[in-house]
């Protein structure tokens, strides 16, 4: 079932970062825009679509921040990796999403001071 997932997820994202979805959403829009005066703007004719968009925004939701973890996951997998096959690498840079705040903040503040010391070399 979680590689079904997953592969609904990773064609999901392809799907709906396409200009082809963005046309059809957009002419289905306007079609529901011009039905506005053949339902006389009734509740009816909002409740459609304020219901489907609902609908469509949450379930994509969750599938777009599937395929997000799962890159996220892939990237951090590679960086370890080219930080752990580096000589001179600190191995606990890998490890950099468990820090805190104020440890990724000190850190950040150590990698500009390095910066600005090779800038003058």
């Known amino acids: 079932m979680t590689n079904e997932f997953r592969r609904i997820a990773d ?10 979805t963005f046309t059809a959403t957009l002419a289905l829009t306007v079609l529901w825009l011009m039905l506005g005066p053949v339902f006389q703007f009734s509740d009816t004719w909002q409740l459609t679509m304020n219901t489907a968009a609902s609908q469509v925004t949450f379930l994509i939701a969750f599938l ?9 996951r892939a990237l951090q997998l590679k960086l370890d990796e080219l930080i752990r096959s580096t000589a001179g690498a600190r191995p606990q840079l890998m490890q950099l999403e468990e820090l805190d705040d104020d440890q990724l903040e000190a850190l950040k503040h150590e990698f500009e001071r390095l910066r600005e010391r090779r800038g003058r070399m």
């Open 64 to 72: 777009l921040q599937s395929t997000q973890n799962r890159d996220t």
């Open 11 to 20: 064609v999901t994202a392809s799907a709906v970062g396409s200009p082809w």
